[in-house]
């Protein structure tokens, strides 16, 4: 197995735990008894599993032994094993930000495409740094005046997932409200606006944001933000991310995230196409002058 193009450890370490439970399961053994024949708890098994619980080397050996895993798979899940000991960029963020977000930063690095419903602020990967300052400072009552600089930063850092080799695609249907909401007030709203004008004129191939008009009414998506995550990987599902003001939420269950699929398409469907949104944006910028 070469290096992946992409690398995050909370991929790898996700990509790792599934191959280890789907191997566990074609053997018929439960989570509990391959705990026991290896000397963990069910636990350990279960998190290593789930991505969110570190294998040392000595542990997958005994797992790769006990599972009859062949050698030129395991050869691979070491790789994946070791991918997933390296120390990100997002952990130096730690502090700042609560476990499921650091989380949801490590599935967005080793993600190939995101979908996104945003009907109050554009997508984080989209906003400029004034645009994400004027969010941060004014959305936000519980952030201090000292951690504005860093989440900036952080908010910076993660669209280096949009250039490079690899470049991540981006599909996004945003509510019209959003693109007319002032944040920052006119001129840093029509910086922002221009940013997006000149994201969807100079790379169509990654970049199709679909404007939702007031005019469309209701629609299957009006409920809230969400985000779709897609994964270069076949044996990586779909991923959820869901953020609202006190709370968010990663969402794996398979026919959970079916339903946010099927509520993408619909919205997408419903909202203007490409050359309309463009002309929508262009036609709003205009009017913060």
């Known amino acids: 197995m070469s290096q992946p193009a992409l690398t995050s450890p909370t991929v790898h370490a996700w990509e790792l735990g599934i191959r280890l439970r789907e191997r566990r399961e074609e053997l018929g053994l439960t989570a509990v008894a391959a705990g026991r024949a290896s000397g963990i708890t069910q636990a350990y098994v279960s998190g290593v599993e789930s991505g969110r619980v570190k294998l040392p080397a000595d542990r997958l050996a005994q797992l790769v032994k006990i599972y ?3 050698p030129s798979e395991a050869a691979e899940l070491e790789e994946l094993r070791v991918a997933a000991m390296q120390r990100a960029w997002w952990h130096q963020y730690s502090q700042l930000f609560p476990a499921e977000f650091l989380r949801f930063l490590g599935y967005e690095a080793g993600a190939a495409e995101i979908r996104s419903y945003d ?21 936000n009552t519980y952030v ?14 993660r669209q280096a997932r949009l250039t490079g080799e690899v470049p991540l695609r981006l599909t996004t249907v945003v509510a019209e409200g959003a693109l007319r909401q002032q944040v920052g007030g006119p001129t840093v709203m029509r910086a922002q606006l221009d940013h997006l004008a000149a994201l969807l ?24 933000p969400f985000q779709i995550l897609s994964f270069p990987s076949p044996r990586l599902p779909e991923l ?22 099927v509520t993408f398409a619909e919205a997408q469907e419903r909202a ?3 050359a309309e949104s463009l002309a929508l944006i262009q036609r709003i910028a205009e009017e913060m002058t």
Do not use: C, K
Not at 123 to 135: K, S
Not at 144 to 157: G, H, P, Q
């Open 144 to 157: 201090r005046l000292t951690e504005i600089d860093r989440r900036i930063s952080a908010r910076m850092a």
């Open 68 to 70: 009859e895993i062949e």
């Open 119 to 139: 009907n109050e602020l554009l997508h984080g990967l989209l906003q400029t740094e004034e645009y994400a300052r004027a969010v941060i400072r004014g959305g």
């Open 272 to 274: 203007l196409n490409s």
């Open 201 to 224: 004129t100079e790379r169509p191939h990654q970049f199709d944001i679909r404007v939702m008009p007031f005019a469309a009414g209701a629609h299957p998506a009006l409920g809230g």
């Open 240 to 261: 959820v991310w869901q953020e609202v003001l006190t709370s968010s939420d990663i969402i794996d269950q398979s026919s959970r995230v079916a339903d946010y699929v």
